[in-house]
């Protein structure tokens, strides 16, 4: 009987999503502006509640915003790799508040091209779920599935604890399902971005400056 030859999979046209861990907890000053924030007023949101101020860190939570902005620089350097220096600033930022039971319906980031999660109280099982937006051409045929995997789901999620960063295309769907076992609420400060510089190329008669 012959050898059964060997076969690879590869994945391709991947989906990034960046996550990293703040090595601090909050510190004193930055509680007191969480406090703030929320004094300053929170809006209904679907399913939960969203601040008054979107626009977080141009004067508060400097050292959060900080962090965040060299992570980006990470992700744009290591993911996107774009071969002229473009400049990606965040645009606005906001606190959502998800009080137990709440949820955060699915939804995705118009007018921007990187977003991000930061998150500042969060319990046991907490998480991000995102969908995967080819998810209807995919379902033309549908197959049951004995077990799920990277390349059959039709969504993901990413556990999530405090001080966790999560960055990814503002183009991916994303919510946040009800926690049954959350006792208090849950915050995370959301931000997305935009770039400035040089985009395309004059040979290609694609060029478009940015600043």
């Known amino acids: 009987m012959p050898p059964t030859p060997t076969h690879n999979i590869s994945s391709i046209f991947p ?24 004094k300053e007023g929170m809006y ?10 979107s626009y977080i860190f141009n004067d508060k939570l400097k050292n959060i915003k900080q962090f965040c902005e060299q992570q980006l620089k990470i992700y744009v350097r290591e993911v996107i790799n774009p071969k002229k220096e473009l ?24 007018n921007s091209i990187i977003s991000g999660v930061f998150y500042i109280s969060t319990e046991e099982d907490d998480k991000i779920t995102f969908g995967d937006p080819n998810t209807k051409l995919k379902e033309m ?5 004995n077990e799920y995997n990277v390349w059959n789901s039709a969504t993901w999620f990413f556990p999530v604890n405090n001080s966790k960063l ?25 931000f997305n ?14 060029e478009l400056i940015l600043r």
Request: glycine share 4%; net charge positive; with cysteine.
């Open 44 to 53: 209904k949101n679907t399913g939960n509640s969203t601040s008054n101020n």
């Open 15 to 38: 989906c990034p999503v960046y996550t990293v861990n703040r090595d601090s907890n909050l510190t004193p000053k930055e509680e007191t502006e969480i406090r703030k924030i929320v």
């Open 193 to 206: 971005t935009f770039v400035r510089g040089p985009l395309g190329s004059r040979a290609r008669i694609n």
């Open 166 to 190: 999560i960055l990814f295309p503002s183009w991916l769907d994303h919510k946040v399902d009800t926690n049954g076992k959350a006792t208090t609420n849950r915050i995370s400060l959301s």
């Open 141 to 145: 045929i549908q197959l049951e599935q």
């Open 87 to 110: 400049d990606f600033y965040i645009t606005q930022s906001w606190l959502n508040i998800n009080k137990p039971g709440e949820s955060h319906h699915e939804h995705f980031h118009p």
